[in-house]
């Protein structure tokens, strides 16, 4: 069998500078697989430095600092002395001036372009020029959901064979606690088990109206624990949070604190009216956790057939789903098996194999129009 060949990847590590989002946890995961699954190649990621991603394959630089011109000018002319064999963009961006080798980039959802009033003003750049040029001009464009590809389908006319559908992975830590380790995490976390937990970025398209009002109409309620950041245009959802009995708010919690509140939770409840992806019902799987999500986006093609999924604008089938999930103890059983079951399906591993084959048919390519 040949081995597989030894690249030189320069890699967009932009995302590395919000660890806790979607974007961080993508670009950190996947360079950690892509750097074990080819101890034979190098990436070379330009971004903010990060420990835990320091090893002999993976050498880590800064970006020129000035915010436009160092990125889409300064940047390109630094990788043309590098001599690199692909770029590879974790962000789904390329710089504005033209780069010296093939390039992949990986992207994870277009909702600003189908719900522009979900996100905030000032980003006439980006969403202008820097994003439909990156998909204009790159070589490869991997999609990760096929909801997401039939959106670059329809929005932007990418023909399929540019898209590649690599889905993400589940790191091992997302895993069932044995009892000892519950109460461990019960103690510190200040949380009794059995709530109905919310995890992500409080914006308009994470729903959390319709959540709050299906979960207020339980007949049995546990409380409605939220863990994310303040995001945009959320100062309404924020004031009904604050103010509502029962709704305890965490604020951000560290990446490795997420396993523990998975398996305190009852069940996850993820409304989000629009989805890429949907990584952190995918989490709480892995802990064995029930889950409950929209009917919508790429969220039913994650969770398949081992979670509730509700139309997001069905308060009553929220509520009704919300209490299947919490108090149904055989349906929250069979829940937990299929969704262990379901996300063993989904690795780091698999997504890191998929993309460097990407890379090493766009090299080739390269290669033979050279």
Known sequence: MTAPPALHVVVDGS??????????TYTGEILRA????????CLVVYGPSQPELACNRLEQRRAPSLRLVGRHLLWPLQLRRLGADVYFGPAGTLPLAPLPMPSVITVHDLAIYRHPEWFPPGQPLSVRWVVPRSLARADRLIAVSRSTAGDLAELFEIPPERVEVVAEGVAGRYRPLGAEELEQASHRLGLAPGFVLFVGTIEPRKNLGTLLDGWSRMRERPPL???GTWGWRCEAIRARLE???????????????LPSLYNLAGCLAHPAWYEGFGLTPLEAMACGTPVVVSSTSSLPEVVGNAGLTVDPADVEGWTEALERACHDQDLRRELSRRGRERAAGFSWERAAQATWEVMDRVVATASHRA
């Open 243 to 257: 103010t509502t009995r029962g709704v305890r708010l965490l604020g951000s919690v560290p990446p490795p604190q």
């Open 34 to 41: 892509l750097a074990r699954e080819r101890p034979t190649s």
């Open 225 to 227: 624990v939220v863990a």
């Open 15 to 24: 995302g590395l500078a919000w660890p806790a989002a979607g974007i961080g």
